[in-house]
C-alpha cells in the first residue's frame, strides 16, 4: 500500500490504515505521533497572543513567473492584525519578498542565510515592517550557496523547523517565500510548514508543470516523512481576456475542484506597481481589485485553517 493509493494525506485514515503506512516507510515514532496529530485529529495549541494555534504556510512553485512572491507578500498584510502577528520568511536569494517591503539590498543583513547556514538564532533577524503586525525575515544572495553549503549536513532537511520551534507561538502564521525550484531551501519549507499553498497562472506550461509538482512533493512527502498538507491553489495572473486563460482555469478547476480556492488574483496594474514603491498593494491601493482580491484570500485561507482544526 502506498501513499498515493490511499488518498494520500487529504483523507483521515483509520488506525489500521496509519499502522501499515508506518509500517511500510519505517516512521519513527516521533513521526507517528505528528501524523496522527497534524491529519487526523488537529493541532490544538495557543499563542502567546491567546490565539488559536498558529500555522506555517509554505509558498511553492517549481516555475518561476507565477506571482509567487506577491501572493506570499500581500496576503502576509492581508492576514497581518495588532492581535494576530505575522512572520514573513524570505527563502528566494533574490530578496523580491523584502525589496517589496522597503528593505533595500544593503540592509538584508542578517538574513535567512544567517539563520540556515551559520545557525544564527532567528530572533536575531526578525525585523519589523511598515505593516502593523507583520515582522520579515529577510533574503540574501547567500541563500543561493544553500545546496553546496549544508551538502554534508546531517538533518539539512529540518534547519528551517529547527530555526522556527524557538518563535512559532510568538506568531498567528508564518508564511515562507520559496524559491522557484525544488531544491534544499523549499524542501525545508515543505518539511517545516503545516500546509503548503501553490500559486498558479492559468497558462499551459504552469499547468504542466503543476502535476510534475504535486509528483514531486509527493515523493518528498515519502522519503521525509512530511506531514504538510495542501491547503489550495491559487490562481494568479488570471486574464479572462484570452480565450486560453478561460479555458484552462476551467480545467483547473474541474480537475482539483475545492481545492482551489475561490478568490483569484487578476491581471492588475497596480501589483506591479507596488513592489518599486516598498509597499503591500493593501497600503499602496486599498481600493483596488488586487487589494480586494488578496483580502478575500486571506478571508479563505483562516476559514480553511479552521476547518481543518488548526486554527
Given at each position: 500500500m502506498t501513499l498515493k493509493e490511499t488518498g494520500g494525506p487529504f483523507r483521515i485514515w483509520p488506525k489500521r490504515q496509519c499502522s501499515?503506512?508506518?509500517i511500510r516507510y519505517r516512521w519513527s515514532v516521533a513521526q507517528k505521533v505528528a501524523f496522527r496529530r497534524n491529519i487526523r485529529y488537529g493541532k490544538k495549541v495557543r499563542n502567546k497572543?491567546?490565539?488559536?494555534?498558529f500555522m506555517i504556510i509554505a509558498l511553492v512553485n517549481n516555475k518561476g513567473g507565477v506571482a509567487k512572491t506577491t501572493c506570499a507578500v500581500n496576503l502576509s498584510a492581508a492576514l497581518a492584525k495588532p492581535a494576530r502577528r505575522v512572520l514573513l520568511v524570505d527563502l528566494d536569494s533574490q530578496g523580491s519578498a523584502s525589496f517589496s517591503l522597503g528593505i533595500t539590498r544593503a540592509d538584508l543583513r542578517p538574513s535567512a542565510a544567517d539563520v540556515l547556514l551559520?545557525?544564527?538564532?532567528?530572533h536575531k533577524a526578525i525585523r519589523n515592517t511598515a505593516v502593523e503586525g507583520l515582522d520579515v525575515v529577510t533574503g540574501s544572495m547567500e541563500l543561493a550557496n544553500a545546496d553546496l553549503v549544508l551538502a554534508d549536513t546531517r538533518g539539512r532537511e529540518n534547519r528551517l523547523k529547527d530555526a522556527l520551534t524557538p518563535i512559532r507561538e510568538d506568531y498567528g502564521f508564518i508564511?515562507?517565500?520559496?524559491p522557484p525550484s525544488l531544491s534544499l531551501l523549499p524542501i525545508n519549507a515543505l518539511v517545516a510548514a503545516d500546509t503548503f499553498i501553490v500559486p498558479v497562472t492559468p497558462h499551459y506550461l504552469a499547468l504542466e508543470g503543476l502535476v510534475n509538482l504535486l509528483e514531486a512533493i509527493e515523493r518528498m512527502r515519502q522519503g521525509f516523512g512530511m506531514v504538510a498538507s495542501l491547503l489550495g491553489f491559487v490562481l494568479t495572473m488570471v486574464d479572462y481576456r484570452t480565450r486560453a486563460a478561460t479555458e484552462i482555469v476551467e480545467m483547473i478547476r474541474s480537475q482539483y475542484q475545492t481545492k482551489v480556492f475561490r478568490a483569484e488574483i487578476r491581471v492588475n496594474v497596480r501589483l506591479t506597481e507596488a513592489?518599486?514603491?516598498?509597499?503591500?498593494?493593501l497600503d499602496y491601493a486599498s481600493s483596488s481589485t488586487g487589494a480586494e482580491a488578496y483580502r478575500s484570500l486571506a478571508a479563505e485561507v483562516l476559514l480553511r485553517c479552521r476547518k481543518e482544526g488548526k486554527k
Open positions: 501499515q503506512i508506518w497572543d491567546g490565539n488559536n494555534a551559520d545557525g544564527m538564532p532567528i508564511i515562507v517565500d520559496c513592489p518599486s514603491f516598498g509597499r503591500t498593494i
